[in-house]
């Protein structure tokens, strides 16, 4: 079964709102990767954590990887219409080698 | 960033028809390959990895004998849907990555079965 689960599934805000989805992993992830797809688009790569309790930054978005290495978020800062589409959490798990096991995804909706 | 490109774009065939999918790495040699399939509001699936120069490596419950896979070139993979029936209509992207590239997704290909 699906081994990488976010919540929530999805999401409506209003521009200007924050927002937050929750990656979790049933078992230890070596790195966590972040990707966006826009509707009818394919997925874009945002960013990679690999370090325990690390914490990244791009403009809007905070991305921060657990110190267990199982779970992991993304935090857009004042939502952006631009900022529609489904948001992927993608992890490597301990011992798959270089698969990658996609999150179900947030899908984000943003209204004015 | 690296460029990954699939061919086609969309396609749409009749049940019982194969249907060959294509996907490069323009500006690098990728050693693995990995093709993905999206249903719906769902999220990507894993099939199969794929290394130059070797057999496919399929996800359980990916039929092999439907979906071939070639890798014969560390620019070129090809997946074959075989005798495509409309539960096969899906979304299907490829990545690549070499030993230095993360993985770069195509723009995917939309197959629709009739």
């Known amino acids: 079964g699906q081994q990488v689960m976010q919540i929530p599934q999805y999401q409506h805000v209003q521009e200007g709102e924050d927002f937050t989805t929750y990656c979790n992993s049933s078992?230890?992830?070596?790195?966590i990767q972040w990707y966006k797809q826009r509707p009818g688009g394919h997925p874009v790569f945002l960013i990679q954590?690999?370090?325990?309790?690390e914490v990244k930054k791009q403009k809007r978005l905070t991305f921060q990887f657990g110190e267990a290495k199982k779970n992991s978020s993304l935090h857009i800062t004042a939502t952006q219409t631009t900022d529609v589409g489904t948001y992927f959490c993608?992890?490597?798990?301990?011992?798959?080698?270089?698969?990658?096991?996609f999150g179900t995804g947030t899908q984000l909706k943003v209204e004015l | 960033g690296a460029v990954v490109s699939q061919h086609p774009s969309w396609v749409i065939c009749k049940s019982g028809t194969s249907v060959k999918i294509e996907c490069r790495s323009l500006?690098?040699?990728?050693?693995?390959m990995f093709w993905y399939r999206q249903f719906p509001k769902q999220s990507l699936m894993l099939m199969a990895t794929?290394?130059?120069?070797?057999?496919?490596?399929?996800e359980q419950g990916v039929e092999k004998d439907k979906f071939l896979i070639n890798h014969a070139s560390l620019t070129l993979s090809t997946l074959t849907v075989t005798s495509a029936h409309p539960e096969d209509s899906s979304f299907y992207i490829c990545?690549?990555?070499?030993?230095?590239?993360?993985?770069?997704f195509g723009p995917g290909t939309r197959l629709t079965v009739t």
């Open positions: 794929s290394n130059e120069g070797s057999k496919a490596t399929y």
């Open positions: 993608a992890g490597k798990l301990t011992g798959g080698g270089n698969k990658l096991t």
């Open positions: 078992t230890t992830l070596s790195n």
């Open positions: 500006d690098f040699q990728a050693t693995t």
């Open positions: 990545s690549a990555r070499d030993t230095v590239h993360e993985q770069y």
């Open positions: 954590l690999v370090k325990s309790g």
